[in-house]
């Protein structure tokens, strides 16, 4: 049973790989060459009988999982993550699970430091946050996620943890700052979120102008 189910997944992944490389760029002759490819190895695979089937069968298995295993370098169509990955380097270059470790570290303190500290990080977290909304504006979210819960089991963890972590956070910023209705017009969103980001920068300079003024009462 665990076989066959393995069998019917990777059928499946090979259809939505024919499907996502017929929906690519008309000019780009790789992506229909591989699904014009995929799709007679699956019907191929379909018609057959008896030992033929098993073999043509195995062959069509191969051939997906070969093409999955290096869909990193392959059309974007057939990469989950590819509209993403302008949002995933940003996650990359700072930690996505995001927290109040540092209001924590300084509560109750007047250590000017630990407050400045505190004040950067918070100012430098929601710039972060809006910039990942703000990159992820072009990317089909639902789709992106249908990835993972049609083909969860061929997806490495680390796709599936940053689908997860992207999704909160887009959800997260879309409803606090109230933007999620902007999506489709991406003008009216980037002047938004420029409003937002000046208000973050500013509250970073205004922390820097305290930290100076802590320690000029200090000497």
Not at 14 to 27: A, F, I, P, T, Y
Not at 73 to 82: E, K, S, V, Y
Request: proline share 1%.
């Amino acid at each position: 049973m665990e076989q066959y189910q393995l069998s019917k997944e990777i059928l499946n992944l090979g259809s939505k790989l024919v499907e996502e490389l017929n929906m690519s760029d008309s000019n780009d002759t790789l992506s229909r060459w591989m699904a014009h490819y995929i799709a007679e190895l699956i019907n191929n695979a379909e018609k057959a009988e008896g030992e033929a089937k098993a073999t043509l069968q195995q062959k069509c298995f191969d051939t997906i999982m070969k093409l999955w295993a290096n869909r990193n370098a392959t059309p974007n169509a057939i990469r989950p993550l590819a509209g993403l990955e302008d949002a995933i380097l940003l996650l990359k270059k700072v930690a996505y699970e995001f927290d109040g470790h540092w209001h924590r570290y300084y509560e109750g303190s007047d250590n000017y430091w630990k407050k400045f500290g505190a004040e950067v990080n918070d100012a430098n977290r929601e710039i972060i946050r809006l910039l990942v909304f703000l990159q992820s504006i072009d990317t089909d979210m639902v789709n992106v996620k249908k990835w993972v819960s049609d083909h969860s089991n061929l997806l490495s963890n680390e796709e599936k943890e940053i689908v997860e972590g992207l999704d909160k956070i887009i959800s997260e910023t879309g409803y606090y700052y109230q933007m999620q209705e902007l999506r489709g017009k991406p003008i009216e969103l980037e002047s938004v979120i420029l409003t937002h980001l000046e208000k973050r920068v500013e509250d970073i300079n205004i922390a820097w102008q305290n930290l100076q003024d802590s320690l000029s009462n200090k000497r």
